[in-house]
Each structure stands twice: as structure tokens, then as C-alpha cells.
């Protein structure tokens, strides 16, 4: 009998005309997919586009009544470990990410989550930071090992992300410490 394999959700968290985190999110997505631990599914908010939060009540009720916030959520629920692209913004995380997050509950509850987050000296560590007590709130197990791209600009070429060898392994090994949090976390769901 073969195991289904968890599912990964990679979401690309900026959305303005012109961003890098497109083209980092669609290599951090074939990556992904040649590690082959997971299914993997990846949402750019900038196509999932949801307004901001327009719910009337607290996401932990689920009662939602926006058409978006169903599919949102059914997207979500279906995943069983998380990796944000994210840029750092004014040392922190773009409000697009913190919308989507805020938009739904016992969705993210007891699963890893581990970060692409990219900038210029600092790597969008900040921005990893910054979401950690996000990440509490919601009892999500942030991965320790993470990938933090400098000088994210330098990388893309024609549109293109250019991997390094030093970025690749810290891609492979996120994936692999998320496998491991998800097995661990699963009697917690
Ligand atoms: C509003 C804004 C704030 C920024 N703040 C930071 C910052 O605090 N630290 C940093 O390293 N880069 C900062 N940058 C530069 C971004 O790292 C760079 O523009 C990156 O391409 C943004 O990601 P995106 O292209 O996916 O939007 C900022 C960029 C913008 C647009």
C-alpha cells in the first residue's frame, strides 16, 4: 500500500507590479518537487487576490460568508506543512502575507511552516522574525532551518532566479526538517 505524501503549500507573499518573489517562488517550487518528499501546491496571493480581511466574525468559528474565504480555506486545510516566500518590508513581512493569515484559523493550527524570505544584506531574516509571534498565535512549529537570500536582485537574471549551491542545500534541508516536523505534528491535528 503506498502512503500518500503530506502536502505542501508554498505561498508567494508580495504582489506589487515588478517583484522578485515570483520568480524565487517558482524555483523554490521545482525545488520542491525534485526533493520529492511532498505533494506540492503554491498559491500567489497576488492571483488569489483577496480583499482585505471582510469577514464579520473570528476566523476560529470558520463561519465564513466570502465565497474567497471558502476556497481559501479548503486550500489551506489541505495542506499539511507551509513555506512563505516572503520579501522584508520595513523589517517585517508584507501585510499581503498578514491578510491571507489572518483570514483563517484552525487551518494553519499544528503545522510547520518554513520561510524563503529574501532582501539585501539581511536576507529577510527580519521578516522571519517579525512572523514568529504570527507563527505562535497560530501554534505553527517554525522550521530552524530556513532559506534567507541576500542581495535577492544580484540573483535574478531575465526573470529568472539564479541558485547558488549554498541557497540549494538550505532549500533541500528546510524540506527535509519540514518532513520530519510534519510526521511529528500530525498526532497534534
Ligand atoms: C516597501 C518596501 C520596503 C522595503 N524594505 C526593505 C527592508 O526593510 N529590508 C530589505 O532588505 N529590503 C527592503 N526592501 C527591498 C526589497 O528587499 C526588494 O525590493 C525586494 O525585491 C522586494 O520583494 P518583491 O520584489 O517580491 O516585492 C523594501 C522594498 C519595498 C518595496
Redesign the pocket.
Known amino acids: 500500500m503506498t502512503v500518500p505524501k503530506p502536502r505542501l503549500l508554498i505561498v508567494v507573499a508580495?504582489t506589487?507590479p515588478g517583484?522578485?518573489?515570483r520568480p524565487v517562488g517558482d524555483w523554490f517550487e521545482r525545488v520542491a518537487a525534485e526533493h520529492g518528499g511532498f505533494e506540492v501546491d503554491a498559491v500567489d496571493l497576488a492571483d488569489l487576490a483577496l480583499p482585505m480581511l471582510d469577514e464579520p466574525n473570528h476566523p476560529r468559528l470558520g463561519q465564513y460568508t466570502q465565497e474567497h474565504t471558502r476556497a481559501w480555506s479548503a486550500r489551506v486545510a489541505a495542506a499539511d506543512a507551509f513555506v512563505f516566500v516572503t520579501?522584508?518590508?520595513?523589517?517585517s513581512f508584507p501585510a499581503t502575507l498578514k491578510n491571507a493569515v489572518d483570514y483563517l484559523h484552525v487551518e494553519w493550527l499544528h503545522k510547520p511552516l518554513g520561510f524563503v524570505s529574501?532582501?539585501?544584506i539581511?536576507g529577510g531574516t527580519r521578516a522571519v522574525q517579525a512572523f514568529k509571534s504570527v507563527a505562535a498565535a497560530l501554534m505553527m512549529y517554525v522550521a530552524n532551518n530556513l532559506v534567507n537570500i541576500t542581495f535577492?536582485?544580484t540573483r535574478i537574471k531575465d526573470g529568472v532566479f539564479i541558485e547558488d549551491a549554498d541557497v540549494r542545500a538550505a532549500a533541500e534541508a528546510m524540506l527535509d526538517e519540514l518532513l520530519t516536523l510534519e510526521a511529528a505534528l500530525r498526532s497534534l491535528r
Open positions: 508580495s506589487r517583484r522578485v518573489g520579501p522584508e518590508y520595513n523589517h529574501y532582501g539585501g539581511a535577492v536582485a
